[in-house]
């Protein structure tokens, strides 16, 4: 079990001769992964995810807030006592050949990790050979063609499963996986995507699913639960089909608004909602964030910073469905089937 409290980090921006300016990317962010679960971060770019997913994973720092492993505060603990922790996290990134060192075999590259493996459990040096050859089979490729070649040799799916397979080396609780698919063919994604739910089915293993497609982390969360992140903040939360089908924030359902519609099998929703202008992360703070976007805002939401919380509504009667907006209601803004 991963939990974090209150995450805030903040990136110093070179800006003008009055000096660097301050970013808030992530503003007091609560999370939880349970053991064996699906949990999705979604949102635009910027939004904080990706920020988000690299302090889970331990390669990032945070300003304030408290990041708990099986019930140990990582705060509390020096750089090398954190490591064995953070060892259970395995990052799954986003370009699986920017992930490969281009000079190494994979063969090579699942050694190195492997070999560590063993030292820690004490297996034998043999076991490192046979543990590639499992690791790759798991994945869905061959070993036999796969370990004596370099990245460039292979194709993006191939690359990508072997990116997870170097992940699987030591014998995660946890897969976070950032955009996993955005950098493959299409034709590709599903493959990997099943790939992902295959591997929490079978070894229990948590997956964290980073993305700014509703639809991948539909597939990967079922029965999961879904951070919806806005500039830094969770402005919805709750399962994931819960979220999709019944969302009760404004931004949210611009996110679900967006997605394409299969003409002639689907129509739009009848009450979608398209934010009033692009993204500006120069816009002041005070007040909900959103309020400048949201074609709904009123002076109360201009004043006022919203947190996340439950407090009704005429949506979201979920008790498990968490907003943060003072006027939280259900629209129909999903693509509806068309009737034959």
Known sequence: MITGTAITKTFKQRGNVLGKREVPALRGVDFAIKKGGAVSFIGESGCGKT??????????TYDSGEIVIDDVAMSGLSHRHRQPYFRRIQLIHQDPYSALNPTRTIHQTLEAPLRLRARQTGRPRSWVDARAEELLSLVGIDPGYVLPRYPHQLSGGMRQRVVIARALTMDPEVLVADEAVSMIDVSLRLGILGLLRDLRERLG????????????????GDEGE?????????????????????PVHPYTQSLLSAIPVLHGLERPG??????????????????????????FSTARCEAERPVLGHDG????EDTEQLHACFHPRSRSVIPQGVRA
């Open 270 to 295: 009848a009450e979608q909602v398209v934010p009033t202008e692009a993204l500006d992360e120069a816009q002041a703070d005070e007040g909900c964030l959103f309020t400048r976007r949201c074609p």
């Open 313 to 316: 509504g005429e949506g979201g």
């Open 51 to 60: 920020t988000l997913g690299r302090i889970i994973a331990g390669l990032e």
């Open 226 to 246: 879904l951070y919806v992140i806005y500039r830094g903040q969770v402005v919805e939360r709750g399962s994931t089909e819960t979220i999709i089908a019944d």
């Open 205 to 220: 293993v948590s997956v964290l699913f980073i993305t700014h497609d509703i639809a991948t982390a539909r597939y990967i």
